[in-house]
T-cell receptor, first 113, second 114 residues
Framework: AQTVTQSQPEMSVQEAETVTLSCTYD???????LFWYKQPPSRQMILVIR??????QNATENRFSVNFQKAAKSFSLKISDSQLGDAAMYFC??????????FGTGTRLQVFP | KAGVTQTPRYLIKTRGQQVTLSCSPI?????VSWYQQTPGQGLQFLFE???????NKGNFPGRFSGRQFSNSRSEMNVSTLELGDSALYLC?????????????FGPGTRLLVL
């Protein structure tokens, strides 16, 4: 069974600085997808970025990028030029085939002006 | 396109009652998944429906059930409510439920059991 671990319950960053959120996962599958979702306070969860396990190139979406280390089963999210609107809960998630999406416990990110 | 909608948004019930939550996916999406979110347990998968069939099921007791209609709308039912069922229930939809697909989440239904 897949498991996803986020070891940082809370992180904080100053506006315009860079922060990295950690995520490790465990799976015996070779083909799977990894996701970072963002849940702002009292707002809907939205996808931040997605990584296909078969792709070696790290995914990037504007200020968000990942560091995908397949051998180490690590999938960290880097947020550059942090903005106040980035404050949210961030969930790392993994999925294989049409199996269920497995979420980590989340990291609460605070952004200070 | 309208997003995923969930009704009701808030609900207060007492122990022993039952509750039905509704989820309308994005138009054209045929896969609907349900999650329970609590501060202690985080996001836990309840079940997924695709084309009116339950495709995946999480580790929840039989008091939790769901169904999907031909228009892809989904309902989940919790019978004999317990205090521990208080949670935010999230529904998410995607086109076919493929592993590569983005899941689009609704705003959730916040259930309080007294």
């Amino acid at each position: 069974a897949q498991t996803v671990t986020q070891s940082q319950p809370e992180m904080s960053v100053q506006e315009a600085e860079t922060v990295t959120l950690s995520c490790t996962y465990d799976t015996s599958e070779s083909d799977y997808y990894l996701f970072w979702y963002k849940q702002p306070p009292s707002r809907q969860m939205i996808l931040v970025i997605r990584q296909e396990a078969y792709k070696q190139q790290n995914a990037t979406e504007n200020r968000f990028s990942v560091n995908f280390q397949k051998a180490a089963k690590s999938f960290s999210l880097k947020i550059s030029d942090s903005q106040l609107g980035d404050a949210a809960m961030y969930f790392c998630a993994a999925r294989h085939n049409t199996d269920k999406l497995i979420f980590g416990t989340g990291t609460r990110l605070q952004v200070f002006p | 396109k309208a997003g995923v909608t969930q009704t009701p948004r808030y609900l207060i019930k007492t122990r022993g009652q039952q509750v039905t939550l509704s989820c309308s996916p994005i138009s054209g999406h045929r896969s609907v998944s349900w999650y329970q979110q609590t501060p202690g347990q985080g996001l836990q998968f309840l079940f997924e429906y695709f084309s009116e069939t339950q495709r995946n099921k999480g580790n929840f007791p039989g008091r939790f059930s769901g169904r999907q209609f031909s228009n892809s709308r989904s309902e989940m039912n919790v019978s004999t409510l317990e205090l521990g069922d208080s949670a935010l229930y999230l529904c998410a939809s995607s086109l076919r439920g493929g592993s590569e697909e983005t899941q689009y989440f609704g705003p959730g239904t916040r259930l309080l059991v007294l």
